[in-house]
Each structure stands twice: as structure tokens, then as C-alpha cells.
Nanobody, 125 residues
Framework: VQLQASGGGLVQPGGSLRLSCAAS????????IAWFRQAPGKKREGVSC????????SYKASVKGRFTISRDKAKNTVYLQINNLKNEDTAVYYC???????????????????WGKGTQVTVSS
């Protein structure tokens, strides 16, 4: 059972990236999936999640409108589309399966089950 995030890279401010979260050994569609990021010297924070039951999506307030989470059931993959990248988006991005995901005062609160390996996103001119 393994999760792996991929798709990171070096991007200029204003650019876009699509991160992928792929699973091996289990079906992602059966789980709520969350994306997190951890910037240098900062705590890991949840940025988005998608429910398994009805596809409801949730976002940290500061990324809403620029980040889009989605599923591709056929590919057993969850994506995080990031548009209009900013320097402050620089971080290692992780995906995880979740028991729960809610937004409280603009902050994503996630009960993580399994962490995946991360992918580095660097935004720099």
C-alpha cells in the first residue's frame, strides 16, 4: 500500500502545475484524499481534499480559486491543479488518505490515514 505524489518542478511566478497522487495496492476512489504542503521552516498544512462519497471538495482559504482537486477513477489518481503560482507556494507537496476533512475558519483540518511521498514545487523567477 503506497501513495506517491509527482508532477512538481521549478516554475516561474504566474505559471501552473498539475500534481498527481497515484496509489499502488489499493483504490483511491474508496478514500477521502487530501493534499498538504510543507514549506521550509514551516509546519505541514492541508491545502485541499476531496471526498470519496460525493466528490465534495474543500480548500484552505488562501488557495481557493487557484487550486483545484479532482479525481480520475480510471487512472486511480487524484490531481491538484495549481494556477497562478506564487513564491509562497514553494513547498514539498504531499497527498494522503483521510478519515475526515473539514474547513474551520479557513483552515483545512484533516484526519490522515496514510501519508504519501512528496514532490517538490519551487516557484522562482
Amino acid at each position: 500500500v503506497q501513495l506517491q505524489a509527482s508532477g512538481g518542478g521549478l516554475v516561474q511566478p504566474g505559471g501552473s502545475l498539475r500534481l498527481s497522487c497515484a496509489a499502488s495496492g489499493f483504490t483511491l476512489d474508496n478514500y477521502d484524499i487530501a493534499w498538504f504542503r510543507q514549506a521550509p521552516g514551516k509546519k505541514r498544512e492541508g491545502v485541499s481534499c476531496i471526498s470519496s462519497s460525493d466528490g465534495t471538495t474543500s480548500y484552505k482559504a488562501s488557495v481557493k480559486g487557484r487550486f483545484t482537486i479532482s479525481r480520475d477513477k480510471a487512472k486511480n489518481t487524484v490531481y491538484l491543479q495549481i494556477n497562478n503560482l506564487k513564491n509562497e507556494d514553494t513547498a514539498v507537496y504531499y497527498c494522503a488518505t483521510a478519515n475526515s476533512c473539514t474547513v474551520v475558519a479557513g483552515v483545512l483540518i484533516v484526519g490522515v490515514r496514510i501519508w504519501g511521498k512528496g514532490t517538490q514545487v519551487t516557484v522562482s523567477s
